[in-house]
């Protein structure tokens, strides 16, 4: 019987270790991202994990003739590392050996070792497998993963606890139309629309929960906003004394995140040129009052008092931008009607809600706002929005049997790092996005 | 205008502090968990984030009537802290006085603050959202937030890139009748079983990467061991020299993470009472093998030369734990026949392949194996098994343009959870469990 150990043998060079090692033979892994003819000799980039690496081939020192190397080869690779103030980097690797592990069994379909990938959005996403091996193609998706870890690490030491809720539902959290439907063992089930209830439950049982998983909507929107399935952060906190803790706490966290990103991820943020937004303070302003702001500033007649035009959230930023230097701007006080039934209404004025949506450059990328935490009022307001509380049994168990005041919101990460990357189009943003025609990737 | 400028006054005292106000008055906030009237004081259970705080009524200083305190009332508390040797944490709480936020508007319908919830499985998971709020309820989910931490941070201290692919799928990567359909805009589309074509197209990008998501299996099998949805945690990396790396890994995650427990989630650990295995090393024995050794050893026929039964599963572990005092172990060179389609076969056996399942206390916990990376050979194995490449084109992108030797593996965290607390059911490991008849809460 063999025994396991843990014991990883490293027999090669770590790319991120290459800078100590100048004046020394290493060996190292990668794939040939790009060769680069110049007369009697080539520059290779090599790709690793998170960096590229400039190599020199030529005929002085190489041992193997230039035509064997392929771009897209996976190889192990061994030169010598010399410092050279032109690379990037500070130091070079000058290829003496390469051993082949792999080799592509076509040419690439596409260019994918430009600076950008020279493509319509549909072809980019059509060869998705390859066009991500782009250098800045995969930064977008690596600033994503720190964007994660940036709120995770914040919500761990606000002490949230994560939790995973179940994507098979029986029951829609925001109603409507737009719900993927599903043939569960010959019932009918739904896709979470957002882990709502669920979150809402657990602030029973810890006070402060958060999730980063995906949720689905069904919406036939073909607009360049909208994804049919997206990662959804979301959180929930009890003890509120005022929905005004929650913005509070989404400031706080996206200021961690900012600052995490620029201390774990200046690689990315550099290679894509990312204007990092000041997050001192967000300006909140209420529904009504940013909706006649934008209606006397910008000389617009106001067609629905109840919903933002997308126009009209581009003009709201670009107002604030001016007055405040904030790149955010959160609305608050949403009218009740547009608000879902667990929505707390405004004690001074029930027409409209404790809640808020955060904009980030002319884009919503948050719902937010405190919840029903008593359980005749939630059943009063069930009832007059014409649903039956029987069929949410489970849901209401919560407020039954006693849940603090509390309140959530949600932030769409494909959303927020699309703005955050000033990308026209928030599938640039998704790994492997879904919408009303896409299914592939 | 408002400004947010995310900072939270913190009026009142975390629970976490507590033993340093020892002599002091202290205001802080949680729920009622437990009364226990005694003759002329009382016991009184405070329910916070994560600890339970052991709290004394007596006329003698509380400035309220006891019948006012009602269990799952959710409180401001205000009181003095007192050393005392007897409680768990060396203090108790004497209540002064006392604020409602809410208070429950029915009695409970379950016990759910003795030391354990005594009542069936159905009963418990049908009123999870208060059945969790039970003290040990309530730590098995924490220490299962704790077990991603640790999977994560080890992962990424690894270099590993962490993804999110999505789940509303084209094609069923395992194959075979357990796959949920779904109507997507009037097309047929599939809930992912895996993130399996996801994660290798994603070594061709950052060379390791890992994703902690929601599969979905629609098996009809019944079984204490079987979620039709649960968390698994994946993980694919290139550059494989062997098989034996990838258990190597998985070792040293696991290592790691129970070593953090250790550290982060002692107080759970304690509480539930938990066996922490040891995991120095891993024993890895050949599939055939080990069906031979309990054949032998157990003096059973063997009846499947292809799979193991669950009994086998626990015979082998009870092997193993004699003779090797490991809780664990890993069974390598699975048959040919039972993997799926991209499973690498070993070169000086094409009937087995270079595959392994880790077994933890009896039950299977992960798959794995090293993956096909060579174009033509994927193509010639689909084939083989009658599956047409053609409706796999953007999975077969990956070979076609050049991939390093690569492998992975998926770990299932409620069986994982659940076989560390010894439970005898996944369902006690899944926080609002599907299966074939359940489907809420």
């Known amino acids: 019987m063999l025994s396991i150990n843990g014991n990883i043998n490293i027999n090669y060079t770590e790319p991120e270790e290459l800078r100590n090692h100048i004046g020394k033979t290493v060996t190292l892994r990668g794939s040939i991202y790009k060769i680069r003819n110049m007369s009697g000799f080539a520059f290779v980039i090599l790709r690793t994990r998170r960096s590229m690496i400039q190599c020199i081939y030529s005929e002085e020192f190489s041992e193997f003739p230039l035509e064997l190397l392929k771009e897209e080869a996976c190889v192990i690779l061994t030169g010598d590392v010399v410092a050279e103030e032109r690379s990037k980097t500070g130091f070079e690797l000058r290829m003496k050996q390469v051993e082949f592990l792999s080799s592509p069994a076509e040419e690439l379909p596409i260019v994918i070792n430009n600076k950008v990938v020279e493509a319509s959005l549909d072809t980019l996403l059509d060869y998705r497998p390859i066009t991500l091996r782009n250098e800045k193609e995969r930064a977008i998706f690596k600033l994503q993963e720190g964007i994660c870890r940036g709120f995770r690490d914040f919500l761990t030491s606000r002490q949230f606890t994560e939790i995973h809720s179940p994507k098979i539902v029986y029951a829609g959290a925001e109603g409507g139309a737009n719900i993927f439907r599903l043939d569960y063992f010959g019932r009918e089930a739904y896709l979470a629309q957002s882990p709502q209830f669920y979150k809402q439950m657990m602030v029973g049982v810890y006070e402060r929960v958060f999730e980063i998983a995906p949720v689905y909507r069904a ?97 709201l930023y670009e107002l604030i931008k001016k007055e405040t230097g904030s790149d955010f701007v959160f609305v608050t006080h949403y009218p009740t009607k ?94 492997f996005p879904r919408d009303l025609k896409r299914l592939t990737p």
Chains 1, 2 share one sequence.
């Open 219 to 315: 919406e036939k929107h073909d607009t360049s906003r909208h994804l049919n399935e997206y990662i959804s952060v979301d959180l929930e906190m009890g003890y509120l004394e005022s929905f005004h803790e929650l913005m509070q706490m989404e400031t706080r966290m996206l200021q961690y995140t900012i600052d995490f990103l620029r201390r774990e991820y200046a690689q990315e943020l550099a290679l894509l040129q990312v204007k990092v937004p000041d997050i001192t303070s967000i300006p909140a302003i209420r529904f009504h009052e940013a909706k006649q702001l934008i209606s006397d500033r910008c000389k617009r007649e106001i067609k629905d008092m109840e919903d933002f035009e997308p126009e009209e959230e581009k003009l």
């Open 338 to 431: 547009k608000r879902p039934f667990y929505a707390m209404e405004d004690k001074d004025n029930p027409e409209v809600t404790y809640s808020f949506d955060l904009l980030f450059r002319g884009l919503e990328i948050t719902t937010g706002g405190q919840r029903i935490h008593n359980y005749e009022e939630q059943i009063k307001k069930m009832l007059t929005r014409g649903m039956n509380p029987q069929a949410f049994g489970s849901y209401l168990m919560l407020h039954k049997y006693g849940i603090p005041p509390h309140g959530g919101l949600g932030l769409g990460l494909e959303r927020f790092t699309s703005r955050l990357l000033e990308q026209n189009n928030v599938r640039y943003a998704a790994l």
